[in-house]
């Protein structure tokens, strides 16, 4: 069973940074795909950002060259790090594991001035 623990959302200013992290426990990190999702009002779930066990990384068009998607392993560990944030990036962002199926349990991340 993974459990995923997130921290760091909140509210900042457009074009401010938040960094989110996701901890991991029940899973050795650097065993396991994970990902970062986001869900804003009124719309479905979208995945954002990816990174698998050879920590190649994938990240969505609307937030490539903004958002970047990394992970420690010695802290069993992710991140999502969020640069030049965008009204239209408020949303809930989760963190998740995809073989196990796992989720976090949500972060609220609002930008507005």
């Known amino acids: 069973q993974v459990t995923l623990v997130e921290s760091g959302g909140g509210l900042v200013q457009p074009g401010g940074s938040l960094r989110l992290s996701c901890v991991a426990s029940?899973?050795?990190?650097?065993?396991?795909?994970m990902g970062w999702y986001r869900q804003a009002p009124g719309r479905q779930r979208e995945l954002i950002a990816s990174?698998?066990?050879?920590?190649?990384?994938s990240h969505a068009h609307s937030v490539k060259g903004r958002f970047t998607i990394s992970r420690n392993n010695d802290k069993n560990t992710m991140y999502l790090q969020m640069n030049s944030l965008k009204p239209e990036d408020t949303a809930v962002y989760y963190c998740?594991?995809?073989?196990?199926?796992?989720w976090g349990q949500g972060n609220q991340v609002t930008v507005s001035s």
């Open positions: 998740y594991e995809f073989s196990l199926d796992g």
């Open positions: 990174s698998t066990i050879t920590d190649s990384t």
């Open positions: 029940g899973i050795t990190l650097s065993s396991h795909a």
